[in-house]
């Protein structure tokens, strides 16, 4: 039948009972045709024989799968084409048939579950269908912010550069665009451009300045279930996470904090987000802008040990603040910018309260204190709290306290002399005045008191805020 379209396939059943179709005509018998048959014949004899024999099924759920289909964009042809049913028993099933013939009541079970099994989602859609841009110009704006240029990713798209720059200001864009951006992003998005040669490197820092100028999150805000979301919103604090904006001093210290720890220089940059060179970079300034001081302990060869401890069965620092007593307050996301945090909070409060001669020794304990609730806390913020006591002899100290949500104690662990890590606990033990670990229902606090040195004593000045060398 030349120029009518045939809407039965060879080596079905239904074209070897009503022809090639539209509608019904003689049957083919050609041998697909025939074979097809013949093995519907046989599967509905052993079904029968099994008594599972179930020729139809109701029609209602998926004629109500199909409407759902359409209130998200997928029409019923687009239906038929994802689930292999003809055209002409979807239509059946949702308008009827000729002379006008109400709606299918029943289908065939093979029917209802090609067609059931179509998701109502964005991989559905038919490549010309529009749909929302969110998710589209999210992931292009976070592989731009990891530093691809828009040039190298509209290729990678097969693109004009125009039309991805056009794609980041539309609020629609294609299915078939959408879907084309996503396959990219999930290539890309844990792999930023290569940077071999001066001309790479340039682009890609041009790309990364370009979206940092306007505010685009890189692809590590984004939860990949909320991304196409119009609604949703990048992770809290991914701007105060984006470590090329940092000063070069909390780099540098935040970098001496994780050698300290045991880590080596590759492994600090990967740790902190940043290149070796910009490390290197950050380690180099911070040393020239706050050189090395000599410690007058060092050269006089004074040195005092403060062995008195809290008696057993007392309360530590918490009966030693005195009436009226200073303090302050803090709570520090568990993450290794936290040490630095606690000793900055605590080099302001002391120099308020007149008690330099005790901040260098108080960083260091506090330090040990806040990074060992970061490493093995539960993750939850760390409360850091620092009161000014009066301590032996009417001389005035301190009592600071760290609390994390983890039951667990910390233990001294045995170190060889070359270990760089497991001191923690045997420095605070060695410098403070008194020092202990309380628990409760919510967690632990790990404390310390620190007394003002006898007159005489030359007291440890504080370290530069990062080292030349680790």
Same mark, same amino acid.
């Given at each position: 039948?030349?120029?009518?379209?045939?809407?039965?396939?060879?080596?079905?059943?239904?074209?070897?009972? $009503? #022809?090639?179709?539209? #509608?019904?005509?003689?049957?083919?018998?050609?041998?697909?045709?025939?074979?097809?048959?013949?093995?519907?014949?046989?599967?509905?004899?052993?079904?029968?024989?099994?008594?599972?024999?179930?020729?139809?099924?109701?029609?209602?759920?998926?004629?109500?799968? &199909?409407?759902?289909?359409?209130?998200?964009?997928?029409? !019923?042809?687009?239906?038929?084409?994802?689930?292999?049913?003809?055209?002409?028993?979807?239509?059946?099933?949702?308008?009827? #048939?000729?002379? @006008?013939?109400?709606?299918?009541?029943?289908?065939?079970?093979?029917?209802? *579950?090609?067609?059931?099994?179509?998701?109502?989602?964005?991989?559905?859609?038919?490549?010309?269908?529009?749909?929302?841009?969110?998710?589209?110009?999210?992931?292009?704006? *976070?592989?731009?912010?990891?530093?691809?240029?828009?040039?190298?990713?509209?290729?990678? &798209?097969?693109?004009?550069?125009? @039309?991805?720059?056009?794609?980041?200001?539309?609020?629609?864009?294609?299915?078939?665009?959408?879907?084309?951006?996503?396959?990219?992003?999930?290539?890309?998005?844990?792999?930023?451009?290569?940077?071999? =040669?001066?001309?790479?490197?340039?682009?890609?820092?041009?790309?990364?300045?370009?979206?940092?100028?306007?505010? !685009?999150?890189?692809?590590?805000? !984004?939860?990949? =279930?909320?991304?196409?979301?119009?609604?949703?919103?990048?992770?809290?604090? $991914?701007?105060?996470?984006?470590?090329?904006?940092?000063?070069?001093?909390?780099?540098?210290?935040?970098?001496?904090?994780?050698?300290?720890?045991?880590?080596?220089?590759? &492994?600090?940059?990967? +740790?902190?987000?940043?290149?070796?060179?910009?490390?290197?970079?950050?380690?180099?300034? *911070?040393? +020239?802008?706050?050189?090395?001081?000599?410690?007058? /302990?060092?050269?006089?060869? /004074?040195?005092?040990?403060?062995?008195?401890?809290?008696?057993?069965?007392?309360?530590?620092?918490?009966?030693?603040?005195?009436?009226?007593?200073?303090?302050?307050?803090?709570?520090?996301?568990?993450?290794?910018?936290?040490?630095?945090? /606690?000793?900055?909070?605590?080099?302001?409060?002391?120099?308020?309260?007149?008690?330099?001669?005790?901040?260098?020794?108080?960083?260091?304990?506090?330090?040990?204190?806040?990074?060992?609730?970061?490493?093995?806390?539960?993750?939850?913020?760390?409360? &850091?709290?620092?009161?000014?006591?009066?301590?032996?002899?009417?001389?005035?100290?301190?009592?600071?306290?760290?609390?994390?949500?983890?039951?667990?104690?910390?233990?001294?662990?045995?170190?060889?002399? =070359?270990?760089?890590?497991?001191?923690?606990?045997?420095?605070?033990?060695?410098?403070?005045?008194?020092?202990?670990?309380?628990?409760?229902?919510?967690?632990?606090?790990?404390?310390?008191?620190?007394?003002?040195?006898?007159? #005489? +004593?030359?007291?440890?000045?504080?370290?530069?805020?990062?080292?030349?060398?680790?």
């Amino acid at each position: 039948m030349t120029g009518v379209t045939e809407t039965r396939a060879h080596g079905t059943r239904a074209r070897y009972a $009503w #022809g090639p179709g539209p #509608g019904a005509g003689p049957g083919c018998r050609c041998a697909a045709c025939t074979a097809a048959n013949r093995a519907d014949a046989a599967r509905r004899s052993r079904l029968q024989a099994y008594g599972r024999w179930q020729p139809y099924t109701d029609a209602g759920p998926v004629r109500d799968h &199909l409407l759902a289909l359409s209130s998200v964009g997928i029409g !019923w042809k687009r239906a038929a084409e994802l689930s292999g049913v003809s055209t002409g028993a979807v239509s059946k099933l949702l308008f009827g #048939g000729p002379g @006008n013939r109400a709606p299918a009541k029943r289908v065939r079970p093979e029917t209802a *579950a090609a067609i059931l099994a179509v998701p109502a989602a964005p991989s559905s859609l038919s490549a010309g269908s529009l749909v929302s841009a969110a998710g589209t110009r999210r992931r292009l704006q *976070a592989l731009v912010a990891i530093g691809w240029p828009q040039s190298q990713l509209a290729a990678r &798209l097969g693109v004009q550069p125009g @039309n991805l720059g056009s794609m980041l200001a539309r609020e629609h864009v294609r299915a078939g665009t959408a879907r084309a951006v996503e396959i990219l992003y999930d290539q890309l998005w844990s792999h930023p451009p290569s940077e071999t =040669d001066h001309r790479s490197r340039i682009s890609a820092s041009r790309a990364r300045s370009y979206a940092q100028a306007r505010g !685009w999150p890189p692809p590590m805000a !984004w939860d990949d =279930d909320l991304i196409d979301d119009p609604a949703a919103t990048p992770e809290p604090g $991914w701007q105060r996470s984006a470590r090329s904006s940092r000063r070069a001093a909390e780099l540098a210290e935040d970098a001496e904090e994780l050698r300290r720890q045991g880590y080596s220089r590759q &492994l600090i940059a990967e +740790r902190l987000g940043v290149t070796h060179a910009a490390l290197e970079k950050a380690i180099s300034r *911070a040393a +020239r802008l706050n050189p090395p001081q000599p410690d007058p /302990a060092a050269v006089t060869g /004074a040195s005092e040990q403060h062995a008195s401890r809290a008696p057993a069965g007392s309360r530590g620092s918490q009966d030693q603040r005195g009436a009226g007593a200073r303090a302050i307050q803090a709570q520090l996301a568990a993450s290794v910018t936290a040490p630095r945090q /606690a000793r900055a909070a605590i080099r302001q409060a002391l120099a308020d309260w007149g008690l330099g001669a005790i901040t260098a020794d108080a960083e260091l304990l506090a330090s040990e204190l806040v990074a060992n609730a970061a490493e093995h806390g539960s993750g939850r913020a760390i409360g &850091l709290v620092l009161r000014e006591r009066g301590g032996a002899n009417g001389r005035p100290g301190i009592a600071c306290e760290v609390a994390d949500s983890s039951p667990l104690l910390p233990q001294i662990q045995p170190v060889g002399p =070359d270990s760089e890590r497991g001191r923690g606990l045997t420095i605070v033990g060695a410098l403070a005045t008194a020092s202990g670990v309380t628990t409760g229902p919510r967690g632990k606090t790990a404390w310390f008191t620190l007394d003002a040195p006898s007159i #005489g +004593r030359h007291a440890r000045q504080a370290e530069p805020e990062a080292e030349a060398s680790a």
